[in-house]
């Protein structure tokens, strides 16, 4: 009895908790990790610092969340996992091992998930740069080619030529009228003009005879589903024209960009928003390192610009999201976005990266030295650099998770900023202070929690020459935790 109350009472992690409290939805297999330091330990010291671990069982639980959904409708469907949101081979590999596709934007991504299983029915190209070697490749190998301008179809007919073997292609479109507004984009071609394109250039006897339309692809900015609804409507009447031309329109593709949801509670989210206006406004800004608005300004005493994050708080997301898009009432017909795929026998594929990676990741970096700046604030030195966590946006903001060695006894509570190795006066990990239930020790640990997707590898670089971080593929079972269950990304090959 009295042993068990020790453990119990034992707490060796926490939670940061900034002045506005972000808590992220974290999982079981984070918190066994948490628990488990000297599994930790063991993986930073063999791999340096920081890691990068990513949970499998997570990924194949997001695949098969969005197939219930297809399913649930009836609707033929495919899923392409959109690659360039996380480098990890290991996570192609489980792609393809949980029934879904993988999409492909660069020759390396194309080459390397062939090599890993990939094939002309579970891949996609969809490079926005498109070089002859690429296009050879998908041709060979009848990968689909999302074309995105005419100097790309030229290309591809003359590869085409070159090797005797048909393209099988995709056409993307952009400028779809949402509102009586004109979508913009710098990818596609004009949703007004791809049906003569297609009916003036393509097919036999035409300029582009050696390639095979089968298909269509958007994949629009933001993340609103009403666009989506509304381009994914407009993509079936142009599919139907142009089976009426003759080109067999089998597939309408409807890229990424599907909400997850980052937060455990709205209200946390809307008071952080709310708060940091007033503290941009009262000019009283101790929420954020030197003052950063994260996007808000102060101009002529008026608040300026927006919250320049992603929306880390999103009630609809993954399964809903698609639901709100499929469930969308076409007018015009009486029938529902996913009625209107089943009466036109068009399979839905969706590119989801960022939501498929939902509590896929996380990232741990070792503290190297803590100091005090002239304004007498903690500053925790981590073995780690900005572009090893980095956003596209002001800020990633979920609150960390600090791993101490021993326990935490009394209240010694401190405000902090974790700071990275880069020169830059801006290398701040993440731009929220905030607070620790003690200072933490040289050789302790922080773990930001789900950074699977765009967070790890979008942006890192090999500044200072800096060794890119370690990519772990933790396989997870039921088993004890043991350091073995981590295998390095760079060791992942088809078996
Ligand atoms: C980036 C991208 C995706 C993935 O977007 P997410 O927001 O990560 O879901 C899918 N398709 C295309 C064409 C893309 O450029």
Not at 67 to 83: D, N, P, T
Not at 209 to 226: A, I, K, M, P, R
Not at 364 to 388: C, F, P, T, Y
């Amino acid at each position: 009895m009295e042993e068990q109350k020790t453990m119990i009472e034992q707490k060796m992690y926490y939670k940061g908790k900034p002045k506005n409290e972000l808590t992220p939805i974290t999982s079981n297999w984070m918190h066994e990790l948490f628990n488990d330091q000297t599994v930790v330990r063991g993986l930073v010291e063999r791999y340096g610092s920081p890691i990068n671990i990513h949970h499998l069982p997570s990924f194949n639980q997001n695949c098969e969340s969005y197939k219930q959904v297809f399913e649930s409708y009836g609707l033929k469907y495919r899923i392409f996992y959109a690659r360039k949101a996380n480098k990890s081979k290991g996570l192609v590999k489980q792609a393809f091992a949980s029934g879904i596709g993988v999409d492909t934007a660069s020759f390396k991504e194309l080459e390397q998930s062939l090599s890993l299983g990939g094939n002309s029915e579970n891949l996609v190209l969809t490079a926005a740069i498109k070089t002859e070697a690429q296009i050879e490749l998908a041709i060979q190998t009848g990968v689909p080619i999302i074309l995105d301008n005419e100097d790309e179809c030229r290309l591809t007919q003359a590869v085409a030529i070159r090797i005797g073997k048909k393209a099988n292609v995709g056409f993307r479109i952009s400028g779809f009228s949402v509102n009586g507004e004109k979508l913009y984009s710098r990818f596609g071609f004009d949703v007004d003009e791809v049906i003569d394109f297609i009916g003036s250039y393509v097919g036999e006897n035409k300029a582009f005879n050696l390639l095979e339309v089968t298909g269509l692809h958007f994949h629009l900015d933001g993340y609103s589903t009403h666009q989506r609804s509304v381009s994914l409507i407009s993509s079936i009447h142009i599919a139907a024209a142009l089976k009426d031309k003759g080109h067999e329109v089998s597939f309408i593709d409807i890229g990424g960009g599907i909400l997850m949801n980052y937060l455990e509670d709205e209200e946390e989210w809307s008071s952080f928003n709310e708060n940091l206006k007033k503290a941009v406004t009262d000019q009283s800004n101790d929420i954020t390192f030197n003052n950063n608005g994260l996007g808000f300004r102060l101009e002529n005493g008026e608040l300026r610009g927006r919250l320049n994050t992603y929306p880390f708080f999103n009630k609809i997301n993954k399964g809903t999201f698609l639901k709100e898009v499929l469930d969308f009432m076409d007018e015009e017909s009486g029938l529902s976005v996913a009625s209107l795929l089943l009466q036109n026998n068009i399979e839905i594929r969706i590119e989801p990266g960022r939501s498929l990676l939902d509590q896929v990741g996380m990232t741990v970096a070792k503290v190297i030295h803590r100091k005090k700046d002239a304004k007498g604030q903690w500053l925790v030195g981590l073995e780690m650099n900005m572009s090893q966590m980095m956003s596209s946006s002001a800020d990633f903001l979920l609150d960390p998770y600090m791993m101490y060695n021993s326990e935490v006894e009394e209240d010694e509570s401190v405000d902090l900023f974790f700071t990275g190795a880069y020169c830059l006066e801006r290398d701040v990990l993440l731009k929220r202070k905030t607070r620790l239930p003690r200072l933490p020790e040289i050789g302790e640990y922080v773990a930001f929690v789900n950074t699977a997707g765009y967070m790890m590898h979008f942006f890192e670089t090999e500044a200072h020459l800096f060794e890119l971080s370690t990519n772990l593929i933790f396989t997870g079972s039921n088993e004890k935790l043991s350091f073995f269950q981590f295998i390095d990304d760079t060791k992942i090959v088809l078996e």
